[in-house]
């Protein structure tokens, strides 16, 4: 019996050794890998077609990237499906860090409550990189709309139930959620108008089509700055740097209003924490290199932590999965 327990240990000493070998065969395999990382391009995925806010954001921190990592950083664009496309092929990428996507916070906060089944998981399937930019959303107006307040706007929509109507990019787009938030704590009724893109959703409202649209600030500076839309107001919890005179949505009669959306880095699940970390380090580098353009563009960079990001995928899924539900919205046909 004493023999059996004796040669039970060596045996389970010997498999102990074994494991921890191969442990350490697997950690200097990775260091290895992070050492020569990066030893050819690195991809970065775009849900979006060229000139969107995420592929402008991309390729200005890209250009960047490039210089600290000494390999060309290059953008590649895949669009359609609400960023499904995007995500899958990420998802489904080695885990090498030669393929990253900047991704927008709905793909990975709001899809899995709008479809019934998705081709990735938002979660499983992805290691966060960092949050590059957050976007906050300014409600825009017609210029002919007698409202010149929120406060002026809200009475408007209580006044008439139902005649109010805002465009959004999408069914299920940031812009949308925004403006169902809105109804849900201002208890008013605006009616929802979905567009195939933000860009003719924009070009309706400057023709009267509709009467106001919640629009991400990098793209209604320019509008507003030619007098083209009138700025309400804002859905961030704070001002806005590039419209200082433009209060907030909570500071003008809804408290704790917030619809800002963000911009991140992911990539796909399994990629060695050391080249992780390298991609993180680029990507903070070029956001410092770049904030003041990126501010004047209506960025608001942020450039946090992995564990930063993955608490925001959590708390922005709890809450836009809430709206979601509540509202009844679905993509699925």
Known sequence: METMNILGKKTCSSAAAIMIAGLFALCGQANAQADNFPNRPIKVVVPYPAGASTDLLARIVGQTMSKVLGQSVVVENRP?????????YTARSAPDGYTIMMTSAGILTNNPSMYKKLPYDAVKD??????????????????????????????????????LSYGSAGTGTSQHLAGELLKSMAKVDILHVPYKGGSPAMADLLAGQISMMFVQTASALPQVRNGKVRAIAIGSPQRSAMMPDVPTIAESGVPGYNSDTWYGYVAPAGVPQPILARLH?????????????????????????????????????????????????????
Do not use: C
Not at 140 to 159: D, G, I, R, Y
């Open 80 to 88: 359609g499906a609400g960023g499904i496309i995007a995500a899958e």
């Open 126 to 163: 992805f290691a966060p990189i960092s949050i590059a930019a957050q976007l906050p959303l300014v409600i825009v107006v017609n210029n002919k709309l007698p409202a010149k307040s929120f406060q002026e706007l809200m009475n408007l929509a209580k006044k008439e139930p139902g005649k």
């Open 281 to 333: 380090a680029a990507i903070v580098a070029g956001l410092k290199e770049n904030k003041e353009k990126l501010l004047n563009d209506g960025y608001v960079v942020d450039g946090g932590t992995p564990q930063q990001m993955a608490a925001a995928i959590k708390t922005d899924t709890s809450k836009w999965g809430e709206i979601i539900r509540s509202a009844h919205i679905t993509a699925d046909q």
